[in-house]
């Protein structure tokens, strides 16, 4: 198994590009999630997914869409880029939302 | 207030010491609790959850007090490879997982 994998490693984006960072996991888990992680912030979610379908925010969601259409994938989309999402992007899954979190390697965004 | 909160240190303890720490949560219909390590750089990994009757696992003890709501994680007899940002989350009732900020450690030779 590769696990949740992350693409890409590293991205530079102008102030109001839109990109979408891919999330993939090959372990059929439910549930998924996109955190973001900025120094001393700890991680902040983003949004999740209990499953095929299903979406909902969590605690700052303003300025990222995501969308579930299978299992396997859940990518967030910036949707017009802001130097404050300048950040370190983890996303997470796992077999259900009482076990534990499975992360990616992150994905480092610079927004200038 | 934060849902969740975290001493964020650092904590300088000698190799050989026991290192506590706390962490708070206000929901308290809070279900599940995680200990999760993050080296530098690194994504976070599970260390241990943390069950209503306490759970140890080797030189980790995890504990859960929900009168008070907060959990412990105590580190016996700490190794140099301890050294890292120690997390803790919380899942809710509405399915969301929200971590603290973080414990740094440092384990000092």
């Known amino acids: 198994n590769a696990g949740v994998t992350q693409t890409p490693k590293f991205q530079v984006l102008k102030t109001g590009q839109s990109m979408t960072l891919q999330c993939a996991q090959d372990?059929?888990?439910?549930?998924m999630s996109w955190y973001r992680q900025d120094p001393g912030m700890g991680l902040r979610l983003i949004h999740y997914s209990v499953g095929a379908g299903i979406t909902d925010q969590g605690e700052v969601p303003n300025g990222y869409n995501v969308s579930r259409s299978t299992t396997e994938d859940f990518p967030l989309r910036l949707l017009s880029a802001a130097p404050s999402q300048t950040s370190v992007y983890f996303c997470?899954?796992?077999?259900?939302?009482?076990?534990?979190?499975?992360f990616g390697p992150g994905t480092r965004l610079l927004v200038l | 207030r934060k849902e969740v909160e975290q001493d964020p240190g650092p904590f300088n303890v000698p190799e050989g010491a026991t290192v506590a720490f706390n962490c708070t949560y206000s929901?308290?219909?809070?279900?599940?609790f995680f200990w999760y390590r993050q080296d530098c750089r690194k994504e976070p990994k599970l260390l241990m959850s943390?069950?209503?009757s306490g759970n140890e696992d080797g030189r980790f003890t995890a504990q859960l007090n929900r009168a008070s709501q907060y959990i412990s994680l105590l580190i016996r007899d700490s190794k140099l490879s301890d050294s890292a940002t120690y997390l803790c989350?919380?899942?809710?009732?509405?399915?969301?997982?929200?971590f603290g900020k973080g414990t740094r450690l440092h384990i000092l030779p």
């Open positions: 929901n308290s219909a809070s279900q599940s």
């Open positions: 989350a919380v899942m809710n009732r509405d399915d969301k997982i929200i």
């Open positions: 943390v069950y209503s």
């Open positions: 997470a899954s796992s077999y259900d939302r009482r076990e534990t979190q499975y």
């Open positions: 372990m059929n888990h439910e549930y």
